[in-house]
């Protein structure tokens, strides 16, 4: 029995998308989420404090009223918090959870900006003082819980701040047109300072990304054989010792293919290395067709190939290997407008221990497919 999709594949596959807008902005809303957590409790402490402040001067049911609907936003808030956390999303599907962030977050927002306008006492320059006071102690720590967004700083700003700023204005006496004066001041100085701070996060973001982008690549162009784009010796030695040690544990057989290709060097010789490029890109082709994405196949060396069988007896990989022979010998390497006759001889080998064992047995096998006149296929058995 031979599994597909058990064991490691021959190469890790494509590196990690491009750094892109989609995902600094998922990356951003995973650090709102991490960085807001504790915030709806704080908002409705602060709520609870204001309450407290302003009793005997606003009506009980005012007060009651909206701390009731503050609590009821914060429940919304805690709740999708918790879906998230239990959901633990990555990557680009964080963005799914970008509208229910902002429009619970919109909630909470709205009910301190409009709320406490209504809680306002118009006769009352000492209440008037202490819920802008408030206000503005809820927006500072709002700019630096959302640090990671400009975008959500600034509404968290304008939408507490601006309603009560702007009723001020219209107030008589000298004391609210001060404190409608501070609180526009405060938000003009928000403009600047947090364009710096989100500018310098979305940067430092977008060359992460790049520098794993970078890393990836680096990594596999090290695993990969320039030549064929399949893996190379390094790769196949690394997956080749996983996908043995998994074999052994699961008590399961192990198999290698030595390919080398037949009279290589003539073809170089008579054609140019050209020809000989040519001729090892077509046998890496054929290769990827032939095997499972689950099989280890690389080029280790010149003309040579190794194939590493998992789930796979003598019998066969020795199938697999003649069924690989045939296909090169009836497939010529066209070549600047011929063909190129190429063979192959094939080592195979099967055994329990480790992979050095193995590739040497399969080794001696192929050295014994060349030696008994080519294109052919000799199977080495464990003894």
Known sequence: MRERDAFP???PGAPPPVASGALVRADTLALLFAQSFYAPLQSLAIGGILCWTLWGRVTPIKLLTWLGVLAA???MRLALYLLYFRAKPKGQALLAWELPYVVTLMLSLLTWGFGVLWLMPPDDAAGQFAILFILVVVVCGSMAIYSAHRGVTLSAMVVMLAPSTVWLLFQPGHMALGLAVSATTLMLGALRSTKVLSDTMQSQLRLSYELKQANAIA??????????????RRSFME?????????QRQAKSLSALLIDADRFKEINDTHGHSAGDAVLQHLSALLVQQFRAADVCARIGGEEFAVLLADTDAAAATAVAEKLRQAVASTPVPWRGQTLQLTVSVGVATHSGNLDTLLHMADTAMYEAKASGRNR?????DA
């Open 9 to 11: 594949q021959a190469l």
């Open 219 to 232: 990594d596999r162009m090290a695993r990969t054989d320039e030549l064929t784009g399949i893996a190379n």
């Open 377 to 381: 296929v000799v199977c080495h058995l």
């Open 73 to 75: 936003a914060t429940v």
């Open 239 to 247: 997956l080749g010792e996983q996908t043995t040690r998994l074999c």
